[in-house]
C-alpha cells in the first residue's frame, strides 16, 4: 500500500525536513505533490531521485491525495485545512490553527496515540506546538505514575523556530556586529544575537504571549486534564536549532529524582543524559540537533518543595517538534486507521 501525499508548505523550514524524514522512515509514498505559496511556487524540488514542481495551492485539488501535511502558516490552514478534508484528504497541521478545536484531536505519538481515532470528525489531526511536544514526551512516564499537579517551565527557543527567517536574522546580525557593524532587527522585536527575547508570538490579555499559552492550553488537551496547571515563560535565545526547558514540576506523590531517572531511560522518545559531572547534561548543539529523541538531563529533586522535581529537556524543535511528530502521526493514521 502506498500513499498519495501533499505537502503544504513544501520550501520552508519544516516541509523541507518532512520531505528527508519522509524518505530516512521509507514512508510508502505513492504520488506526491509539492504545494507553496505563490513566492515560491515554480521551485524544482527533489524527493528520491524524482523532481517535483511546486505548485500552488489555490490551484490544487485535494482530492488527488489521502494526507495532506500544511505547515504554511496558521492563514493558509485556516482557509485551505477545511477544504481538503471535505475532498477526503486527512490534513495534519503543523501550525495552531485548530489546536483547541474540541473535534481536531492534538497528538503526540508517545504520549496520546488514541486520539488518532478521533481524525474523521473533522479529517483534520493537529501537531502541537515544539515546545509542547518535547515537554511532554519528557513528563509522561512521570505523570502516568504520580500525576504532575502543576508545571513552572522556561524555554530558551531556538530562532529556527521562527523559520528560515529567524536563522538569517541571527546569523545576519552576528556577522555584522564581529565586524564592527550595525545589526538591525526585523523579524524580532529586538536584537537577538548576543541576546535573548522573553518574547515569543503575540501577548494576549493575561500578560502571557500566545506561545506561553499554547503550553498551557495544549498540555491540559494532550493530557486530559483540565486541572493541570502550567506557568511558562517562553524565551528566544541566539541559537539556531534546538529547544530547551528548564522544567520544574510539582507532584501529587512524591517521586525522586533516581525513580524519575529509571522511568525516563525506559521512556519511548527519550534519550537520558544524567551525570552530575561535567558536560553530563544535554544540549542543542551536542547532543540534539538533527536528532529524533528528546534528550533529558539535570533530574534533581525540589529543594524547595517536598513533591517537586527539576529537569531539563532539550530535543530538535523542527524535527521531534514539527516534522518528524507529523510523520509519526500519519505513520499511527496509515497502520490503524487509513
Ligand atoms: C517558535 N514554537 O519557536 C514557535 C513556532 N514554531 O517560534
Keep these: 500500500n502506498t500513499y498519495d501525499i501533499a505537502i503544504v508548505g513544501a520550501t520552508g523550514m519544516v516541509g523541507e ?16 505533490f509539492l504545494i507553496a505559496g505563490e513566492n515560491t511556487a515554480g521551485t524544482r524540488i527533489e524527493y528520491e531521485g524524482t523532481y517535483y514542481q511546486v505548485s500552488r495551492i ?5 482530492s488527488q491525495v489521502q494526507i495532506a501535511f500544511f505547515s504554511a502558516g496558521s492563514a493558509v490552514s485556516e482557509e485551505y485545512a477545511p477544504k481538503a478534508a471535505m475532498n477526503g484528504c486527512v490534513v495534519i497541521d503543523n501550525t495552531s490553527a485548530f489546536r483547541n478545536d474540541p473535534d481536531v484531536p492534538l497528538v503526540i505519538p508517545e504520549v496520546n496515540p488514541h486520539a488518532v481515532a478521533e481524525y474523521s470528525t473533522r479529517g483534520i489531526i493537529s501537531n502541537p506546538n515544539c515546545s509542547t511536544i ?7 512516564p512521570i505523570h502516568d505514575m504520580v500525576k504532575i499537579t502543576r508545571i513552572n517551565v522556561a524555554t530558551y527557543q531556538a530562532v529556527s523556530g ?5 536563522i538569517k536574522e541571527l546569523a545576519g546580525q552576528t556577522a555584522k556586529l564581529l565586524n564592527g557593524l550595525e545589526a538591525k532587527s526585523d523579524l524580532f522585536s529586538k536584537q537577538i544575537a548576543f541576546n535573548v527575547l522573553p518574547h515569543i508570538d503575540e501577548f494576549e490579555e493575561n500578560g502571557y504571549t500566545k506561545e506561553e499559552m499554547k503550553m498551557v492550553r495544549e498540555t491540559q488537551k494532550i493530557f486530559e486534564d483540565d486541572e493541570i496547571l502550567v506557568n511558562p515563560t517562553a ?3 541566539p541559537v539556531f536549532f534546538g529547544h530547551s ?3 520544574h514540576i510539582e507532584t501529587r506523590e512524591p517521586i525522586s529524582a533516581q525513580v524519575a531517572r529509571e522511568l525516563l531511560a525506559a521512556a519511548p522518545g527519550v534519550s537520558l543524559l544524567d551525570e552530575r559531572e561535567n558536560g553530563g547534561y544535554p544540549t542543542p548543539v551536542s547532543e540534539a540537533t538533527g536528532k529524533d529523541d528528546v534528550f533529558v538531563g539535570r533530574i534533581r529533586s525540589d529543594l524547595s518543595h517536598a513533591n517537586g522535581l527539576n529537569l531539563w529537556v532539550v530535543a530538535d524543535n523542527v524535527r521531534k517538534g514539527a516534522a518528524l511528530n507529523a510523520i509519526q502521526i500519519a505513520e499511527i493514521l496509515i497502520n490503524d486507521y487509513l
Excluded: C, H, W
Excluded at 19 to 28: G, H, K, V
Excluded at 134 to 140: E, I, P, S
Design 17 to 32: 525536513t518532512m520531505l528527508s524524514i519522509l524518505a530516512e522512515r521509507n514512508f510508502p509514498v505513492g504520488k506526491l
Design 58 to 62: 489555490e490551484d490544487f485539488d485535494f
Design 134 to 140: 518535547q515537554m511532554l514526551v519528557a513528563l509522561k
Design 162 to 166: 521562527a523559520g528560515k527567517k529567524g
Design 235 to 237: 524565551v528566544r535565545v
Design 245 to 247: 526547558e528548564a522544567v
